[in-house]
């Protein structure tokens, strides 16, 4: 029996994969113009591992500029729901289970979310960013501390994940893993989850089987 349902934030819960990837690939074209697409390597990273990964070493002076263009372009970025999901989350809420957002986000961001919807808070019992946890995503600590948080186990909880590194965080959680193809094709998410879907338009806890 499912008790505890976890949620990503881009791309799961917000499908804002599409404005991030024209930042990203904004920003690249800038510094890697010999490297078309990618942002597309970067989908379900944090702000640290893209910059470890890319803005290391004589790139390392850019972080600063990079991080104003980002909170700039945040400000004045849309937050539209993936389809069927407030539908999706009050079901859960009416039968009891409980309900967290997980996510590498910062409260910063999170203000923004809040201001667009401010009955957000209202739609969940936990609402985990990373200043709640050292490691993050492909980490599994960010899953397991909010089932610490509903005491639940791996078993009674589900994951809902978009992302290569947050289905790896969900997976070895121990949880049940429901992979959104929002940001990748169901191919690439097969191997990383229990089961695939397109949004949650369709979508009921029965079908977890």
Sequence with gaps: MIKAALFDL???IFDTEPQYTVFWGSVFRSYYPEQPGLEQTIKGQTLTQIYDRFFAGPLADERPAITQRLNEYERQMTFPY?????????SL???GVHTAVVTSSNNVKMARVYEQHPDFTSLFDAILTSEDFQRSKPAPDCYLEAMARFGTTPHESVV???SINGLRSGRDSGALVVALATSHSVDTLRPLSDYQIPDFSEFNLGQLT
């Design 82 to 90: 993936v389809a069927g999901f407030r539908e999706f989350i009050a």
């Design 10 to 12: 881009d791309g799961v």
């Design 93 to 95: 809420r009416e039968k």
């Design 160 to 162: 809902f994940e978009d």
